[in-house]
Protein backbone atom coordinates (compact mmCIF):
# COMPACT_ATOMS: atom_id res chain seq x y z
CA UNK A 1 0.00 0.00 0.00
CA UNK A 2 2.77 2.28 1.15
CA UNK A 3 4.81 1.89 -2.03
CA UNK A 4 2.09 4.30 -3.98
CA UNK A 5 2.84 7.16 -3.11
CA UNK A 6 6.78 7.36 -3.71
CA UNK A 7 7.85 10.34 -5.82
CA UNK A 8 10.22 11.12 -8.44
CA UNK A 9 13.65 11.57 -7.52
CA UNK A 10 14.43 15.68 -7.29
CA UNK A 11 17.73 16.77 -9.73
CA UNK A 12 20.11 16.36 -6.53
CA UNK A 13 19.55 12.91 -5.51
CA UNK A 14 22.70 10.99 -6.95
CA UNK A 15 22.37 8.16 -9.31
CA UNK A 16 22.72 4.95 -8.18
CA UNK A 17 25.09 2.78 -10.31
CA UNK A 18 24.16 1.84 -13.89
CA UNK A 19 22.92 -1.44 -12.73
CA UNK A 20 20.03 -0.50 -10.36
CA UNK A 21 17.00 0.92 -11.52
CA UNK A 22 15.80 4.48 -11.34
CA UNK A 23 13.11 5.17 -8.96
CA UNK A 24 10.73 7.61 -11.03
CA UNK A 25 8.95 4.91 -12.73
CA UNK A 26 5.60 5.65 -15.38
CA UNK A 27 3.41 3.89 -12.55
CA UNK A 28 4.81 6.12 -9.80
CA UNK A 29 4.06 9.05 -12.56
CA UNK A 30 0.83 7.92 -12.82
CA UNK A 31 -0.39 7.51 -9.24
CA UNK A 32 1.15 11.20 -8.99
CA UNK A 33 -1.30 12.39 -11.57
CA UNK A 34 -3.91 10.44 -10.20
CA UNK A 35 -3.64 11.98 -7.13
CA UNK A 36 -3.54 15.43 -8.93
CA UNK A 37 -6.51 14.43 -10.85
CA UNK A 38 -8.61 11.46 -9.29
CA UNK A 39 -11.57 11.85 -11.27
CA UNK A 40 -9.90 10.44 -14.25
CA UNK A 41 -9.47 7.12 -14.82
CA UNK A 42 -6.10 5.63 -15.13
CA UNK A 43 -5.70 4.22 -18.67
CA UNK A 44 -6.80 8.19 -19.81
CA UNK A 45 -4.08 9.44 -17.36
CA UNK A 46 -1.61 6.79 -18.73
CA UNK A 47 -2.34 8.29 -22.40
CA UNK A 48 -1.61 12.04 -21.22
CA UNK A 49 1.40 10.95 -20.04
CA UNK A 50 2.84 9.40 -22.32
CA UNK A 51 1.44 11.84 -24.56
CA UNK A 52 3.85 13.85 -22.86
CA UNK A 53 7.09 12.02 -23.02
CA UNK A 54 6.17 11.05 -19.20
CA UNK A 55 6.16 14.40 -17.87
CA UNK A 56 3.74 14.70 -14.85
CA UNK A 57 4.04 18.43 -14.69
CA UNK A 58 3.25 18.78 -18.68
CA UNK A 59 0.31 16.44 -18.56
CA UNK A 60 -1.21 18.08 -15.49
CA UNK A 61 -0.79 21.36 -17.69
CA UNK A 62 -2.65 19.96 -20.62
CA UNK A 63 -5.53 18.59 -17.88
CA UNK A 64 -6.33 22.05 -17.52
CA UNK A 65 -8.41 21.79 -20.21
CA UNK A 66 -10.81 19.39 -19.75
CA UNK A 67 -10.40 16.30 -21.90
CA UNK A 68 -13.29 14.01 -23.35
CA UNK A 69 -13.87 10.84 -21.34
CA UNK A 70 -13.45 7.64 -23.81
CA UNK A 71 -16.80 6.52 -25.11
CA UNK A 72 -18.01 2.62 -24.97
CA UNK A 73 -15.60 2.10 -21.93
CA UNK A 74 -17.04 -0.34 -19.47
CA UNK A 75 -17.56 -0.27 -16.36
CA UNK A 76 -18.07 -3.74 -13.92
CA UNK A 77 -19.64 -6.63 -15.26
CA UNK A 78 -20.67 -10.04 -14.87
CA UNK A 79 -18.99 -12.97 -16.76
CA UNK A 80 -18.63 -16.76 -15.43
CA UNK A 81 -15.16 -17.61 -16.88
CA UNK A 82 -13.67 -17.36 -19.92
CA UNK A 83 -14.21 -21.55 -19.67
CA UNK A 84 -17.84 -20.66 -20.99
CA UNK A 85 -16.31 -19.38 -24.64
CA UNK A 86 -14.17 -22.86 -25.30
CA UNK A 87 -16.60 -25.57 -27.01
CA UNK A 88 -17.29 -28.91 -24.56
CA UNK A 89 -15.50 -30.90 -26.59
CA UNK A 90 -12.31 -28.84 -26.49
CA UNK A 91 -12.50 -26.96 -23.05
CA UNK A 92 -8.95 -27.73 -22.30
CA UNK A 93 -7.71 -25.98 -24.79
CA UNK A 94 -8.51 -22.81 -23.76
CA UNK A 95 -6.35 -22.88 -20.76
CA UNK A 96 -3.43 -24.78 -22.60
CA UNK A 97 -3.52 -22.06 -24.77
CA UNK A 98 -2.86 -19.11 -22.68
CA UNK A 99 -4.46 -15.79 -24.46
CA UNK A 100 -2.40 -12.87 -23.48
CA UNK A 101 -3.66 -10.03 -23.15
CA UNK A 102 -2.96 -7.39 -25.93
CA UNK A 103 -1.12 -4.17 -26.36
CA UNK A 104 -3.52 -1.44 -24.80
CA UNK A 105 -6.42 -3.79 -23.91
CA UNK A 106 -7.47 -5.08 -20.71
CA UNK A 107 -8.18 -8.92 -20.21
CA UNK A 108 -11.21 -9.00 -17.69
CA UNK A 109 -11.35 -11.86 -15.25
CA UNK A 110 -14.00 -13.25 -13.28
CA UNK A 111 -13.49 -17.07 -12.58
CA UNK A 112 -10.48 -18.29 -10.32
CA UNK A 113 -9.79 -21.29 -12.65
CA UNK A 114 -8.63 -17.98 -15.14
CA UNK A 115 -7.43 -15.90 -12.10
CA UNK A 116 -5.07 -18.93 -10.85
CA UNK A 117 -4.01 -19.66 -15.05
CA UNK A 118 -3.16 -15.49 -16.42
CA UNK A 119 -2.22 -13.79 -12.94
CA UNK A 120 0.36 -14.55 -9.88
CA UNK A 121 -2.93 -14.66 -7.81
CA UNK A 122 -5.58 -16.83 -7.01
CA UNK A 123 -9.37 -16.11 -5.58
CA UNK A 124 -11.61 -17.60 -3.54
CA UNK A 125 -15.17 -16.00 -3.44
CA UNK A 126 -17.67 -16.27 -0.71
CA UNK A 127 -14.45 -16.91 1.73
CA UNK A 128 -16.48 -16.18 5.05
CA UNK A 129 -19.70 -17.51 6.29
CA UNK A 130 -22.36 -14.61 4.83
CA UNK A 131 -22.82 -12.89 8.07
CA UNK A 132 -19.33 -13.24 9.74
CA UNK A 133 -18.33 -11.32 6.57
CA UNK A 134 -21.33 -8.61 6.71
CA UNK A 135 -20.32 -8.20 10.23
CA UNK A 136 -16.78 -7.69 9.57
CA UNK A 137 -17.92 -4.72 7.06
CA UNK A 138 -20.38 -3.40 9.48
CA UNK A 139 -17.64 -3.09 11.64
CA UNK A 140 -14.84 -1.51 9.12
CA UNK A 141 -17.46 0.56 7.39
CA UNK A 142 -17.87 2.58 11.26
CA UNK A 143 -13.79 2.31 11.99
CA UNK A 144 -13.17 3.70 8.57
CA UNK A 145 -15.11 7.15 9.56
CA UNK A 146 -12.11 8.02 10.75
CA UNK A 147 -9.87 6.89 8.59
CA UNK A 148 -7.59 9.89 6.67
CA UNK A 149 -6.33 10.11 3.33
CA UNK A 150 -2.34 9.89 3.31
CA UNK A 151 -0.86 13.51 2.11
CA UNK A 152 2.17 14.32 0.42
CA UNK A 153 3.93 17.09 -1.46
CA UNK A 154 4.49 16.88 -4.82
CA UNK A 155 6.21 19.80 -6.32
CA UNK A 156 4.89 22.76 -4.47
CA UNK A 157 0.95 21.26 -3.78
CA UNK A 158 0.02 18.82 -1.28
CA UNK A 159 -2.05 15.78 -2.55
CA UNK A 160 -3.65 13.42 -0.88
CA UNK A 161 -3.78 10.13 -1.62
CA UNK A 162 -6.95 9.23 -3.60
CA UNK A 163 -8.42 6.56 -0.80
CA UNK A 164 -8.43 6.17 3.29
CA UNK A 165 -6.57 3.35 5.16
CA UNK A 166 -5.32 2.48 8.58
CA UNK A 167 -2.64 0.05 9.64
CA UNK A 168 -3.66 -2.67 12.61
CA UNK A 169 -1.25 -4.50 14.41
CA UNK A 170 -1.65 -7.48 17.15
CA UNK A 171 -0.86 -5.50 20.68
CA UNK A 172 -0.08 -2.30 22.30
CA UNK A 173 3.68 -2.75 22.08
CA UNK A 174 3.16 -3.13 18.49
CA UNK A 175 1.41 0.14 17.71
CA UNK A 176 4.16 1.84 19.73
CA UNK A 177 7.02 -0.06 18.30
CA UNK A 178 5.42 0.62 14.21
CA UNK A 179 5.00 4.68 15.47
CA UNK A 180 8.54 4.72 16.53
CA UNK A 181 10.67 2.20 15.05
CA UNK A 182 9.37 1.60 11.64
CA UNK A 183 9.10 4.69 8.46
CA UNK A 184 6.88 4.62 5.49
CA UNK A 185 8.06 6.81 2.83
CA UNK A 186 10.42 8.23 5.77
CA UNK A 187 7.91 9.06 7.94
CA UNK A 188 6.14 7.07 10.70
CA UNK A 189 2.75 6.14 11.05
CA UNK A 190 0.37 8.46 12.91
CA UNK A 191 -2.74 6.29 12.55
CA UNK A 192 -2.14 2.81 13.75
CA UNK A 193 -4.77 0.94 15.63
CA UNK A 194 -5.18 -2.53 17.47
CA UNK A 195 -6.49 -5.27 15.69
CA UNK A 196 -10.50 -5.45 15.85
CA UNK A 197 -11.90 -8.21 17.61
CA UNK A 198 -13.46 -9.80 13.90
CA UNK A 199 -10.26 -8.77 12.45
CA UNK A 200 -8.73 -10.90 14.92
CA UNK A 201 -11.20 -13.73 14.47
CA UNK A 202 -10.89 -13.76 10.15
CA UNK A 203 -6.87 -13.60 11.21
CA UNK A 204 -6.36 -17.65 11.26
CA UNK A 205 -9.07 -18.18 8.87
CA UNK A 206 -6.74 -16.05 6.21
CA UNK A 207 -3.74 -17.67 7.34
CA UNK A 208 -5.04 -21.03 6.70
CA UNK A 209 -6.56 -20.22 3.28
CA UNK A 210 -3.39 -18.39 2.32
CA UNK A 211 -0.97 -21.78 2.97
CA UNK A 212 -3.10 -23.90 1.75
CA UNK A 213 -3.00 -21.74 -1.86
CA UNK A 214 0.46 -20.81 -1.59
CA UNK A 215 1.26 -24.83 -1.33
CA UNK A 216 -1.05 -25.99 -4.36
CA UNK A 217 0.34 -22.83 -6.33
CA UNK A 218 3.86 -24.23 -5.53
CA UNK A 219 2.72 -27.84 -6.74
CA UNK A 220 0.78 -26.92 -9.73
CA UNK A 221 2.65 -24.15 -10.98
CA UNK A 222 6.24 -23.65 -9.86
CA UNK A 223 8.98 -25.52 -11.68
CA UNK A 224 9.67 -28.68 -10.03
CA UNK A 225 6.86 -28.22 -7.62
CA UNK A 226 9.11 -26.43 -5.77
CA UNK A 227 9.17 -22.94 -4.22
CA UNK A 228 11.06 -19.39 -5.41
CA UNK A 229 14.08 -18.52 -4.74
CA UNK A 230 14.01 -16.54 -2.04
CA UNK A 231 10.98 -17.42 -0.95
CA UNK A 232 10.56 -18.01 2.57
CA UNK A 233 9.55 -22.49 2.92
CA UNK A 234 8.31 -21.58 6.55
CA UNK A 235 3.94 -21.03 7.24
CA UNK A 236 2.81 -17.25 6.07
CA UNK A 237 1.99 -15.85 9.74
CA UNK A 238 0.08 -12.37 8.94
CA UNK A 239 0.68 -9.96 11.61
CA UNK A 240 -0.45 -6.83 10.25
CA UNK A 241 -3.07 -5.73 8.19
CA UNK A 242 -3.40 -2.81 6.50
CA UNK A 243 -7.18 -1.83 5.68
CA UNK A 244 -8.29 0.35 2.76
CA UNK A 245 -11.54 2.19 2.52
CA UNK A 246 -13.39 3.60 -1.23
CA UNK A 247 -16.29 5.62 -0.54
CA UNK A 248 -17.16 6.00 -4.15
CA UNK A 249 -16.09 4.81 -7.74
CA UNK A 250 -13.79 7.22 -8.21
CA UNK A 251 -11.63 6.57 -5.18
CA UNK A 252 -7.84 4.11 -6.51
CA UNK A 253 -5.06 3.19 -5.93
CA UNK A 254 -2.64 3.80 -8.24
CA UNK A 255 0.20 1.48 -9.94
CA UNK A 256 2.74 0.15 -7.54
CA UNK A 257 4.13 -3.00 -5.97
CA UNK A 258 4.16 -3.61 -1.96
CA UNK A 259 7.49 -2.23 -0.19
CA UNK A 260 9.17 -5.58 0.57
CA UNK A 261 11.13 -3.39 3.28
CA UNK A 262 9.38 -4.97 6.31
CA UNK A 263 7.86 -8.28 4.41
CA UNK A 264 11.19 -9.61 2.39
CA UNK A 265 11.62 -11.02 -0.82
CA UNK A 266 9.06 -13.20 -2.27
CA UNK A 267 5.89 -11.87 -0.26
CA UNK A 268 2.58 -13.65 0.11
CA UNK A 269 -0.34 -11.10 1.05
CA UNK A 270 -3.44 -11.86 1.55
CA UNK A 271 -6.37 -9.31 0.46
CA UNK A 272 -10.19 -9.40 1.70
CA UNK A 273 -12.49 -7.54 0.00
CA UNK A 274 -15.84 -6.29 1.55
CA UNK A 275 -18.81 -4.02 -0.36
CA UNK A 276 -18.57 -3.09 -3.89
CA UNK A 277 -16.97 -4.77 -6.38
CA UNK A 278 -13.85 -3.17 -7.88
CA UNK A 279 -11.35 -4.08 -10.43
CA UNK A 280 -8.10 -5.26 -9.32
CA UNK A 281 -5.88 -4.69 -12.44
CA UNK A 282 -2.35 -5.94 -12.55
CA UNK A 283 0.34 -6.35 -15.25
CA UNK A 284 3.73 -7.76 -15.78
CA UNK A 285 6.78 -5.44 -15.28
CA UNK A 286 8.59 -5.88 -18.97
CA UNK A 287 12.29 -6.19 -18.44
CA UNK A 288 14.53 -3.56 -20.69
CA UNK A 289 17.22 -3.46 -22.39
CA UNK A 290 19.48 -0.36 -21.98
CA UNK A 291 18.79 0.75 -25.40
CA UNK A 292 14.96 -1.12 -25.76
CA UNK A 293 12.72 2.28 -26.37
CA UNK A 294 9.82 0.01 -27.60
CA UNK A 295 8.65 -1.86 -23.95
CA UNK A 296 9.21 1.70 -22.18
CA UNK A 297 5.29 1.82 -22.67
CA UNK A 298 3.89 0.01 -19.13
CA UNK A 299 1.44 -1.62 -21.11
CA UNK A 300 3.03 -3.00 -23.64
CA UNK A 301 1.57 -6.52 -22.77
CA UNK A 302 -2.06 -5.15 -21.62
CA UNK A 303 -3.28 -5.15 -18.28
CA UNK A 304 -5.43 -7.74 -16.71
CA UNK A 305 -8.51 -6.93 -14.39
CA UNK A 306 -9.87 -9.70 -11.66
CA UNK A 307 -12.87 -8.98 -10.60
CA UNK A 308 -12.93 -8.53 -6.58
CA UNK A 309 -16.08 -9.08 -5.45
CA UNK A 310 -17.76 -8.88 -1.50
CA UNK A 311 -16.04 -11.70 0.68
CA UNK A 312 -13.61 -12.69 -1.98
CA UNK A 313 -9.78 -13.34 -0.41
CA UNK A 314 -7.40 -12.48 -3.37
CA UNK A 315 -4.01 -14.25 -2.45
CA UNK A 316 -0.84 -12.32 -3.73
CA UNK A 317 1.52 -14.97 -4.86
CA UNK A 318 4.92 -15.13 -4.38
CA UNK A 319 6.07 -13.80 -8.06
CA UNK A 320 3.89 -10.65 -7.78
CA UNK A 321 5.64 -7.83 -6.04
CA UNK A 322 9.01 -8.24 -7.79
CA UNK A 323 7.79 -8.73 -11.10
CA UNK A 324 4.10 -7.52 -11.04
CA UNK A 325 2.46 -3.93 -10.57
CA UNK A 326 -0.88 -3.59 -9.42
CA UNK A 327 -3.68 -1.44 -8.91
CA UNK A 328 -7.30 -0.45 -7.56
CA UNK A 329 -8.53 1.47 -11.29
CA UNK A 330 -11.00 4.21 -10.70
CA UNK A 331 -14.70 3.09 -12.05
CA UNK A 332 -17.16 5.02 -14.49
CA UNK A 333 -20.21 2.95 -12.73
CA UNK A 334 -20.52 0.56 -9.56
CA UNK A 335 -23.03 -1.68 -8.33
CA UNK A 336 -24.14 -0.35 -5.00
CA UNK A 337 -23.64 -3.05 -2.36
CA UNK A 338 -26.89 -3.10 0.73
CA UNK A 339 -24.44 -2.88 3.17
CA UNK A 340 -22.33 -0.39 1.82
CA UNK A 341 -23.72 1.46 -0.33
CA UNK A 342 -20.76 2.60 -2.74
CA UNK A 343 -17.96 1.67 -0.09
CA UNK A 344 -15.69 -0.82 -1.12
CA UNK A 345 -13.03 -1.97 2.38
CA UNK A 346 -9.78 -4.18 1.63
CA UNK A 347 -7.78 -5.95 4.29
CA UNK A 348 -3.94 -6.50 3.35
CA UNK A 349 -3.35 -9.32 6.07
CA UNK A 350 0.62 -9.42 5.90
CA UNK A 351 3.45 -10.92 7.52
CA UNK A 352 6.18 -8.80 9.33
CA UNK A 353 9.19 -10.60 9.18
CA UNK A 354 10.85 -10.69 12.56
CA UNK A 355 14.19 -10.94 10.48
CA UNK A 356 13.14 -7.87 8.44
CA UNK A 357 13.23 -5.08 12.06
CA UNK A 358 14.79 -2.09 10.92
CA UNK A 359 17.15 -3.12 13.38
CA UNK A 360 18.95 -5.86 11.42
CA UNK A 361 18.55 -3.97 8.05
CA UNK A 362 21.18 -1.33 6.62
CA UNK A 363 21.48 2.16 7.87
CA UNK A 364 22.05 4.68 5.34
CA UNK A 365 24.43 7.60 5.66
CA UNK A 366 21.51 9.87 7.25
CA UNK A 367 21.78 7.18 10.05
CA UNK A 368 18.06 6.11 8.85
CA UNK A 369 17.14 2.33 7.84
CA UNK A 370 17.33 1.76 4.23
CA UNK A 371 14.51 0.92 1.89
CA UNK A 372 14.69 -2.62 0.08
CA UNK A 373 14.18 -2.49 -3.87
CA UNK A 374 14.42 -5.06 -6.21
CA UNK A 375 15.09 -4.45 -10.11
CA UNK A 376 12.19 -4.67 -12.11
CA UNK A 377 12.83 -3.33 -15.34
CA UNK A 378 16.41 -3.68 -16.42
CA UNK A 379 17.18 -7.07 -17.58
CA UNK A 380 20.86 -6.42 -16.32
CA UNK A 381 20.50 -7.75 -12.66
CA UNK A 382 16.64 -8.41 -13.41
CA UNK A 383 15.53 -9.66 -9.75
CA UNK A 384 18.44 -8.09 -7.53
CA UNK A 385 17.17 -6.67 -4.30
CA UNK A 386 18.87 -3.70 -3.00
CA UNK A 387 18.99 -1.30 -0.28
CA UNK A 388 18.72 2.89 -0.72
CA UNK A 389 18.39 5.74 1.20
CA UNK A 390 14.84 6.16 2.25
CA UNK A 391 15.09 9.78 1.71
CA UNK A 392 15.16 9.14 -2.41
CA UNK A 393 11.35 8.74 -2.32
CA UNK A 394 10.94 11.58 0.53
CA UNK A 395 10.07 15.22 -0.96
CA UNK A 396 12.11 17.87 0.86
CA UNK A 397 14.58 15.73 2.24
CA UNK A 398 17.72 15.64 0.68
CA UNK A 399 18.93 11.47 -0.10
CA UNK A 400 22.50 10.65 0.97
CA UNK A 401 22.73 8.55 -2.39
CA UNK A 402 23.24 5.32 0.16
CA UNK A 403 23.14 1.94 -2.45
CA UNK A 404 23.99 -1.75 -1.65
CA UNK A 405 22.81 -4.57 -3.12
CA UNK A 406 21.17 -6.92 -0.44
CA UNK A 407 21.87 -10.30 -0.14
CA UNK A 408 19.67 -13.14 0.60
CA UNK A 409 19.68 -16.83 1.41
CA UNK A 410 17.73 -19.11 -0.83
CA UNK A 411 14.83 -19.08 1.95
CA UNK A 412 15.07 -14.97 1.97
CA UNK A 413 17.04 -14.54 5.10
CA UNK A 414 18.73 -11.93 4.68
CA UNK A 415 22.81 -12.16 4.89
CA UNK A 416 25.28 -9.63 6.16
CA UNK A 417 26.25 -7.61 3.47
CA UNK A 418 29.10 -6.85 1.68
CA UNK A 419 31.14 -3.63 1.38
CA UNK A 420 28.85 -0.26 1.38
CA UNK A 421 29.71 0.85 -2.16
CA UNK A 422 28.18 4.36 -2.82
CA UNK A 423 27.24 5.68 -6.16
CA UNK A 424 29.80 7.88 -7.75
O1 LIG B 1 -7.61 -2.41 -2.36
C1 LIG B 1 -7.00 -3.36 -2.81
O2 LIG B 1 -7.52 -4.41 -3.18
C2 LIG B 1 -5.48 -3.28 -2.99
C3 LIG B 1 -4.82 -2.30 -2.09
C4 LIG B 1 -3.35 -2.34 -2.26
O3 LIG B 1 -2.83 -2.58 -3.31
C5 LIG B 1 -2.50 -2.12 -1.10
O4 LIG B 1 -3.00 -1.86 0.00
O5 LIG B 1 -1.27 -2.21 -1.27
FE1 LIG C 1 -0.69 -2.99 -3.04
New binding site residues.
Given amino acids: ?ES?LTRPKRKFTPEPPQSAEPEESTEIKLALLSSLHPKLDQEILLDILLAHDGSVSDATASLRVPSPIKKGRRGIGYQKSLMQYAAPSNAMSLTKKKRKPKKGSTLHLYDPGDVAEYTPCTIVHDFLPPEEANELLKELLEESKSYEKITFKLFENVVSSPHT?SFYVESYDEIRRQKTEYHYNGASLTDVRRITPRLARVKPKVQDAVNKEVQERIKTRYSGGKKLRYQPPDPWIPNAA?V?C?TGPQQN?GW?S?RLTYLGPRAVIG?L?LGVA?E?RVRRVIPKDSDNRATEDPDAEGQISIH?PHNSL?VMHAEMQEEWK???SAALSIDPHPIAGTA?I?I?YRDYRANMHPRFTPKCTCEMPCVLLVVQRKKENLGRYFWMCHASNVPEKESCGFFRWAEFDDDGNPLPSKAISKPS
Fill in positions: MFSFNYVHDSSRFLLHCIRNT
